[in-house]
């Protein structure tokens, strides 16, 4: 009786480690830090379920090379100190490939000198310039850049003659940072901006705010830097009181959500944004057609509902780190330098031509401008 | 500061101070039969936009309110008979922390059902750019519904407390419990009627604001805070004094835009709030005296 | 005697834990576990304030972003540009500031951590007096509102200044040198070192709060609690004694966030939330008010479950469903039923 229960355990155990070793050699896991709730849940949220579809679709196939892919997903909630708790576990515990994530510029910046010392591969989907300025050898990211975006605005401004505007931002990081690169290319680019205002990311009402602009008759122009609802409520109240300037938003407004929460007050809104919001409506033979529509349809097939650019942040991170094991194996340092001399990779969120001085590698041709006519997005023909 | 600036924020004013108010009356009611401040009052009036917009799927608007208007006071009486009804004389600091309990479940339970998206009923009338003109000012008939509808709802509730029966058995457990035990009024029935009460005007509040403001699932806590300031403003357990100070409040927040940064509204309004608490305790309206009697 | 007992066990368990993951070769659960210390400090800070002084606070996690903010602004700042200020030169001759290059290679001057460590906690003690005076005098519902009045205040101004990184919050906090050979930091290298660290300040602090409450102040306290009119009859200075037990627990909240700041590398405006504050008073409930080590382990526990992501989505709603639970049915606490209703079993059994 004591010796077949020996046995039984023996045979446990070893089938047990044999099972764990076999796990190790087959899989290759790929950990993502995302704010799936809290504040930042907007982004986090369609960003996991993105990697999730993304996932399955390539285990179904077989994985890269017969390895299979197993994603850990941690919702940070937008924390900081949960980012960190978590970039530190999935280095060291999980022994992770790659990271994915995290949504927020905050939380990436602070994890960026982790995944540094690590040597973990970080492709951050968050925003801010500061995450690849100064480079920092294993930390890329996906979505366009802020300056790139900021230009893009002020080139359509100056076509369309506008010279002084006014701001407003929410508090969050991507407020913040949006409003920064205003403040420090408008005098480059021959723009004035007569008054900056920061509202809460959570408001809900700012006719107050709008009033106190639009008695101010020289703004021929509004940029509006946000990514909550609240951006939705900025338009309406704008338009409520009468104000009829042209309103620019940022790539935040990049979620169809926001357009139907405006209903006809986003009317012939002007933003820059990558190509994923009139994926159907380009060009049969630009590059990026084929990808986007691939990705749009899946995703509104499986989660029914419409895709939005920060989605497309997780695709890209996601596609290029397969596209560099592909080529390099798995093996970390190689599939890094693979991923560093990346040339013409098509995203969604542009064509990324990677560098040793650029982890972005997106170009200025990846961010066009949109408006909106009829509920629906289109390409911004001046 | 022109005349069509003035009237622009002080019709922004009023709105922000009525949707504070009615807040603010749902913590007053509670408090009154109970002697607790329901943290979770916030989450009523999310319930009540959230579940509005759902039902508005299948049903017509106005029905897609009374059902969601129901549905909450279904809810408001049945968290009260499952966690506050059968304790026996919990303490305040007890209370303070289920009801914040019970504010988070019903939080995160909104967001794994209907997601983090935002969502809005339809504008009653017109759509998101129809206005109308008042003193120079431009608003939107939404605005004129919210204050139109939170008007007749405080009016219908001080009728309630003075003319019906039930309202005056919640007056007599407001000003004596163990007296109105005595008189043969039920205080647990009238408890679990104060929570039905004020989830109802909660969610009838969130419905209305819903075009204006939107529904999301983490819009209770925000609420929740400025209503209480407000109903400690005015002085806790009378509701015409947390209408004076919601309008108060809302006024000073925009009219406030025009001289300090808007980044710094909320800081504002509380430290208002703890100014008020350091120096007048009872409310810029209650009583002191009646504020000292009130049980801890 | 007795009363030391609990604290030997917490230094064995400590070092117990390390020879632990040394010995299975998991030492990288001591990266949440030094988090989870100083999480703890807080907490057992406000379990005095809470449970032994009766006064509830949900605003602590402000006294903790005051720390930790205003280190990690002090040593992040770069005072270059301000080198010709007659203040900044007086601190640089006073030997307060540090002096070096940054990523850039470009001259970087910041103030020294010990320098930032001691105006940090001088600050929150200034705050928490200035506080603590009017707030104490409250009960109830307004103590509860005046508190997170205060923080909601912290976390609105940490969100409006652009000093304090507005919502991306401060990065790149350098690590804080205690001694020669020993630094707070999140450095792989420096982890058991950390790790002793935090846990010893949470084995200290346990000690001088387990010896004030058997003191005559923990007396007093527990007078306070019971019936503070009664209390103050029989000449217990009432309102010192409320307002000192405040500071200390401020002070101790502030030293968490300076130490876990500096492990961290950096600090957010989450930090500052509400949510936080709600969690520090949900532990202390959970452990059972006026129960330190109640309150030090549901806290750990808690907390380490927490930042090993063990919830996943669900967290605040784990802690919702928690709070409501342990409220509802065992106000005393979790360990305080079990613990009881075991010793009257044995007591029984005894008979």
């Keep these: 009786m004591k010796r077949s229960v020996t046995a039984t355990i023996i045979m446990l155990a070893a089938s047990l480690a044999l099972s764990v070793s076999m796990a190790c050699a087959e899989t290759i896991k790929i950990g993502a830090i995302l704010a799936m709730t809290g504040p930042a849940s907007f982004l986090g949220a369609p960003e996991a379920r993105t990697l999730e579809m993304l996932a399955e679709e390539l285990n179904a196939k077989g994985g890269i090379g017969g390895n299979k892919i197993e994603l850990i997903i941690k919702d940070s909630g937008g924390n900081p100190e949960k980012a960190i708790s978590f970039a530190k576990q999935l280095i060291e515990e999980e022994k992770v490939f790659a990271i994915i994530g995290p949504s927020t510029s905050g939380e990436t910046l602070k994890i960026k000198q982790i995944c540094e010392d690590g040597k973990t591969i970080l492709l951050s989907c968050a925003a801010a310039e500061q995450i690849v300025n100064p480079v920092a050898k294993y930390v890329f990211k996906t979505p366009q850049k802020d300056s790139q975006v900021v230009q893009a605005i002020f080139e359509t401004m100056k076509a369309n003659k506008i010279s002084k505007i006014a701001v407003l931002a929410s508090n969050t990081g991507f407020g913040q940072a949006g409003k920064g690169q205003i403040e420090k290319q408008a005098p480059e680019s021959g723009i004035q901006v007569l008054a900056t205002e920061v509202y809460d990311s959570k408001a809900t009402d700012l006719s107050a705010i709008v009033a106190k602009l639009a008695a101010n008759k020289e703004i021929q122009a509004v940029i509006n830097w946000s990514i909550e609802p609240a951006q939705a409520i900025v338009l309406k109240n704008a338009r409520q009181a009468g104000w009829n300037v042209p309103i620019y938003q940022s790539h935040g407004f990049g979620n169809i959500k926001y357009v139907e929460a405006a209903g006809v007050a986003a009317e012939g809104v002007i933003f820059p944004a990558g190509r994923l919001l009139i994926a159907d409506k380009l060009a049969d033979k630009h590059p990026q057609k084929a990808v986007l529509v691939k990705y749009t349809k899946d995703y509104e097939t499986k989660f029914k509902e419409e895709a939005s650019t920060f989605g497309g942040h997780a695709y890209d991170a996601f596609k290029i780190l397969c596209r560099g094991i592909e080529q390099a194996g798995a093996n970390k340092e190689k599939v890094r330098d693979a991923i560093e001399n990346m040339k013409g990779f098509v995203g969604t969120a542009g064509v990324f031509n990677f560098s040793p001085t650029d982890h972005n590698g997106l170009g200025q041709d990846s961010v066009t401008m949109l408006t909106v006519k009829g509920g629906n997005f289109v390409e911004y023909k001046k | 500061m022109t005349l069509e600036l003035f009237s622009q924020y002080l019709l922004a004013g009023v709105t922000y101070g009525i949707i504070y108010a009615i807040v603010g009356i749902g913590f007053n009611i509670i408090y009154n039969t109970t002697g607790i401040i329901n943290f979770a009052q916030g989450e009523f009036v999310m319930l009540g936009g959230m579940i509005a917009i759902s039902m508005h799927q299948w049903l017509p608007l106005p029905l897609a309110i009374v059902a969601a208007v129901l549905l909450v006071m279904l809810i408001g009486a049945l968290v009260e008979i499952l966690f506050i009804r059968w304790l026996d004389r919990p303490s305040v600091l007890r209370m303070i922390i289920i009801t914040i309990g019970i504010s988070i479940l019903v939080r995160e339970a909104a967001l794994h059902i209907w997601g983090e998206g935002v969502r809005s009923l339809p504008y009653f009338v017109g759509n998101e750019i129809t206005t109308v003109r008042i003193m120079g000012a431009r608003v939107s008939p939404q605005v004129l519904w919210v204050i139109g509808v939170c008007t007749v709802m405080v009016l219908a509730l001080s009728l309630f407390f003075k003319y019906t029966l039930q309202g005056k058995k919640m007056q007599a457990c407001a000003a004596n419990r163990v007296a109105a035990t005595l008189c043969g009024i039920s205080t647990k029935n009238m408890v679990t009627l104060s929570f039905m009460l004020s989830a109802g005007i909660g969610a009838l509040a969130g419905c209305v604001m819903s075009p204006i403001t939107y529904s999301q699932y983490d819009i209770g806590t925000g609420l929740a805070i400025k209503g209480f300031t407000v109903a400690i403003l005015g002085g806790l357990g009378s509701s015409m004094a947390a209408v004076a100070a919601g309008l108060l409040l809302g006024l000073i927040e925009s009219f406030s835009v025009s001289v300090v940064p808007l980044a710094f509204q909320d800081a504002i309004s509380i430290s208002l709030l703890l100014a008020i608490l350091f120096l007048r305790p009872h409310g810029l309206f209650g009583n002191k005296d009646a504020a000292d009697l009130k049980e801890f | ?351």
Excluded at chain 3, 31 to 56: D, E, F, K, R
């Design chain 3, 1 to 351: 005697m007795k009363r030391h007992l609990p604290l030997g066990l917490l230094v064995l368990a400590i070092i117990g834990v390390q020879l632990l993951t040394r010995a299975t070769d998991t030492a990288f659960y001591l990266t949440p576990l030094t988090m989870t210390a100083y999480y703890s400090l807080v907490i057992v800070g406000l379990c005095l304030l809470m449970g032994y002084a009766g006064q509830i606070s949900l605003g602590h996690a402000g006294f903790f972003a005051i720390g930790g903010y205003l280190s990690a602004m002090l040593t992040t700042k770069n005072l270059v540009p301000f080198k010709d200020n007659s203040l900044i030169s007086l601190c640089d001759e006073l030997g307060l500031l540090v002096h070096g290059q940054d990523m850039f290679g470009s001259a970087f001057t910041h103030v020294q951590p010990w320098a930032a460590c001691g105006c940090a906690i001088l600050v929150t003690i200034v705050v928490a007096y200035a506080i603590g005076i009017p707030v104490l005098k409250l009960k109830g519902h307004y103590l509860a509102m005046a508190t997170l009045g205060f923080g909601i205040i912290v976390y609105r101004l940490a969100l409006a200044f652009p000093l304090f990184g507005e919502a991306d919050g401060i990065s790149d906090v350098p690590g804080f040198p205690l001694l020669p050979g020993l630094s707070v930091s999140g450095d792989f290298s420096s982890r058991v070192s950390n790790y002793y660290l935090a846990w010893g300040m949470v084995a200290l602090a346990m000690w001088l709060l387990v010896n004030l409450i058997h003191s005559r102040v923990g007396r007093a306290l527990k007078a306070i609690h019971g019936a503070e009119g009664a209390a103050n009859a029989t000449g217990i200075n009432t309102a010192r004694y409320k307002l000192n037990t405040f500071v200390i627990s401020a002070v101790l909240a502030s030293v968490a966030g300076i130490f876990l700041t500096h492990y961290n590398g950096g600090i957010g405006p989450s930090e500052a939330g509400i949510m936080k504050s709600v969690r520090y008073v949900a532990i202390v409930a959970i452990g059972g008010m006026a129960n330190l080590w109640g309150a030090l382990t549901m806290g750990a526990l808690l907390n380490i479950m927490s930042l090993r992501g063990m919830f996943g989505s669900y967290d605040d709603a784990v802690f919702g469903a928690i709070l409501i639970v342990i409220m509802l049915f065992a106000p005393q606490g979790l360990l305080g039923i079990s613990l009881s209703a075991t010793f009257k079993r044995i007591l029984r059994r005894g008979e």
